[in-house]
T-cell receptor
Framework: DTAVSQTPKYLVTQMGNDKSIKCEQN?????MYWYKQDSKKFLKIMFS???????INETVPNRFSPKSPDKAHLNLHINSLELGDSAVYFC?????????????FGPGTRLTVT | AQSVTQLGSHVSVSEGALVLLRCNYS??????LFWYVQYPNQGLQLLLK??????LVKGINGFEAEFKKSETSFHLTKPSAHMSDAAEYFC??????????????FGAGTRLFVKA
């Protein structure tokens, strides 16, 4: 029974298109995150939601819009895709928005923009 | 702001040898530190974490890390490497974001190679 799941696992699309990635966690956690991992494996937080409320919004282009319909789901919509958006996107969750809680990661979505 | 620095982007050891992956942190307050492992084409999973309860922290798969405040270090070790340990390892620290929520700051990662 997967704790944090993401769909799709692979996404290949052309520049200018709009795409969405979905994430679900069945751990009963309050806090969810989106991360971007580039080709050098560098991992950077994009957004964080706590109980459906946006609490972290790093310097991410406005083309990226997260949505949390409920505590268990956090989706990421990307408009007008660019070549530089190619990366692996990870969803994660933690029990609460506290410094000492570890995060549980999904398997990732590999986005390739051509 | 908190940060972590991992020394060495690649580390290669022989099977059965000691594994030592280095991490130094920068923090103005007592830090919460983590080590995560990422196997190829997978998400990250927690190896261990330091939350000030004990300076020597034991994790999964035989890994442990020691928090040394005087050296601002949190190095990861394993006495005997196994082929299955080959992966990317990330040191991380919790930090408070500008809007109050907590976020995890990851190091650049260290790729561990294990030779037969």
């Amino acid at each position: 029974d997967t704790a944090v799941s993401q769909t799709p696992k692979y996404l290949v699309t052309q520049m200018g298109n709009d795409k969405s990635i979905k994430c679900e966690q069945n751990l009963g956690h309050d806090t969810m995150y989106w991360y971007k991992q580039d080709s050098k494996k560098f991992l950077k937080i994009m957004f964080s939601y706590n109980n459906k409320e946006l609490i972290i919004n790093e310097t991410v282009p406005n083309r990226f819009s997260p949505k949390s319909p409920d505590k268990a789901h956090l989706n990421l919509h990307i408009n007008s895709l660019e070549l530089g958006d190619s990366a692996v996107y990870f969803c994660a969750s933690s029990q609460e928005d506290r410094a000492y809680y570890e995060q549980y990661f999904g398997p990732g979505t590999r986005l390739t923009v051509t | 702001a908190q940060s972590v620095t991992q020394l060495g982007s690649h580390v290669s050891v022989s099977e059965g040898a000691l594994v030592l992956l280095r991490c130094n942190y920068s923090s103005s307050v007592p830090p919460y530190l983590f080590w995560y492992v990422q196997y190829p084409n997978q998400g990250l999973q927690l190896l261990l974490k330091y939350t000030s309860a004990a300076t020597l922290v034991k994790g999964i798969n035989g890994f442990e890390a020691e928090f040394k405040k005087s050296e601002t270090s949190f190095h990861l070790t394993k006495p005997s490497a196994h082929m299955s340990d080959a992966a990317e390892y990330f040191c991380a620290v919790s930090d408070r974001g500008a809007t109050g929520g907590f976020k995890t700051i990851f190091g650049a990662g260290t790729r561990l190679f294990v030779k037969a």
